[in-house]
Each structure stands twice: as structure tokens, then as C-alpha cells.
């Protein structure tokens, strides 16, 4: 992994965090950039990002006080999501992120190549969301 690719990385998760860079730039960016799709585990507070040739680099992301229940919700992770989708006004990525942890999210795993963002529960459930337009 360059320090290139990882500054890019860094620079997207930031962006989102910031509320700097919405999904759609963010996906646009690391595409370009050659990754081909990264993770974020909210248990661990990290996001992964994966080239094609398996290297991967990991970076902390922010931490939230928000605990991540035991049951998955794919109703409330899906409206959240319609919110992110619809910037809903005072749609922040801390709050996307707060309410899908309420909704049982333990993280989600994004791939360029599959159009489509996975979101997963403590005990396997999945919520799988077609990325817009496909």
C-alpha cells in the first residue's frame, strides 16, 4: 500500500466523518484510486480498505457512544440509509452511523465492483443496499 493510497483512504473516511465528503464522492474517489471496496466495524472503531491484489490498510475511525444492540432492525438501517441517500436536512454521517448501531448495525462492508453496500448484525443478518441508478 502507497502512502498515495493510504493518504486517499484517510483523506474519504475524514471527508465522510466531516460531513466534507458525501457516499457518492467517497465510492467515485476510491475507485478511481484502484481500491475495490473497504469495510467499516463499528465494534472495532476501524475502516478497512482493500485493493484488487488483497492489501488492505486499516484506519481508526471515530468511536461512538452509541451501543449496538443485540437485535438487527433492517427496517431502521434501511430508512437510515433512505436518509443519507435523500440528505435529509441535518443528515450527518456521526448520526447515519449512531442510528444504524441503534438499529443492531456492528458495521458494513462497501464494494465498487458489486454496486451495493452490505450491512450485518452482531448474529449474521444482512441488509444489502444496491448503490442508486443500478
Known sequence: MT????????????????????????????AAAGFESYSIDFRKSEATYYLPDGTSITIPADSSNTNITATFDAESVNAAIKEAQALVP?????GFCD?????????????????????????GETHTEMFPNR
Open 99 to 123: 442510528k444504524v448501531r441503534a438499529a443492531g448495525c456492528a458495521g458494513y462492508m462497501v464494494s465498487f465492483s458489486g454496486h451495493r453496500a452490505m450491512y450485518y448484525g452482531r448474529t
Open 90 to 94: 441535518g443528515y450527518t454521517y456521526k
Open 3 to 30: 502512502q498515495e493510497l493510504t493518504d486517499i483512504a484517510a483523506r474519504c473516511l475524514h471527508g465522510s466523518e466531516n460531513n466534507t465528503m458525501p457516499f457518492p464522492v467517497v465510492v467515485q474517489t476510491l
